[in-house]
């Protein structure tokens, strides 16, 4: 596997990410083209395909038995969730991975591949509605966070319930 010289890794190295715990994610739009609806008043005012993220996102607990979502907010240009992995079994390949057979993509049940099926689904319904302005929806990559207690669990749900207020401060505002 190649990688880009100027993209910056961000996860943790050796970490299982389909392990039992709390997670933080950010997904942006693609050039954080403010897309998803807008800041009224300090709340956020959902657009339709705002209304089709936040109805995929609720599908993605009841598709995956193993995830509990937490807090969550669609943004005019991101989305911010916080959601929980429980145990749950794991199944082996049906082949053993060589040079020319090797897997790519996330691991199975792990945080990559709930984040990449949830962004495919969103782009395949917003596509299929006719609604995606400029062909991308989302920027290539996504950022993460492992929770690490119940404090940093805390500040996260303070920081996802306060973005509508806080949006001109925002690192993701856009005008």
């Known amino acids: 596997m190649t990688t880009n010289p100027?993209?910056?890794?961000?996860?943790?190295?050796g970490f299982d990410y389909a392990r039992e715990g709390a997670y933080f994610i950010t997904i942006c739009?693609?050039?954080?083209?403010?897309l998803l609806g807008e800041?009224?008043?300090?709340?956020?005012?959902?657009?339709?395909?705002?209304?089709?993220?936040?109805?995929?996102?609720?599908?993605?607990?009841?598709?995956?038995?193993?995830?509990?979502?937490?807090?969550y907010v669609i943004m005019p240009n991101h989305f911010h969730a916080v959601f929980f992995l429980q145990n749950h079994e794991r199944a082996t390949r049906r082949v053993a991975p060589t040079k020319e057979?090797?897997?790519?993509?996330?691991?199975?049940w792990s945080v990559?591949?709930?984040v990449a099926q949830f962004k495919s689904q969103v782009t395949?319904?917003?596509?299929?509605?006719?609604?995606?302005?400029n062909g991308?929806?989302?920027?290539?990559?996504?950022?993460?966070?492992?929770?690490?207690?119940?404090?940093d669990l805390n500040r996260i749900r303070q920081y996802i319930e306060d973005n509508a207020a806080i949006w001109v401060e925002d690192e993701y505002y856009s005008p």
């Open 39 to 71: 800041v009224t008043d300090q709340e956020m005012r959902l657009n339709a395909l705002g209304r089709a993220i936040e109805s995929e996102w609720l599908q993605t607990a009841k598709l995956r038995s193993y995830v509990t979502l937490d807090y």
């Open 29 to 34: 739009t693609h050039n954080r083209l403010c």
């Open 112 to 114: 990559g591949a709930i």
């Open 136 to 151: 991308r929806l989302w920027q290539r990559s996504y950022y993460e966070h492992v929770v690490r207690d119940e404090n």
């Open 124 to 133: 395949r319904r917003i596509k299929s509605s006719g609604r995606l302005p």
């Open 6 to 13: 100027r993209r910056k890794i961000i996860r943790l190295q």
């Open 101 to 108: 057979n090797s897997p790519s993509g996330p691991a199975p």
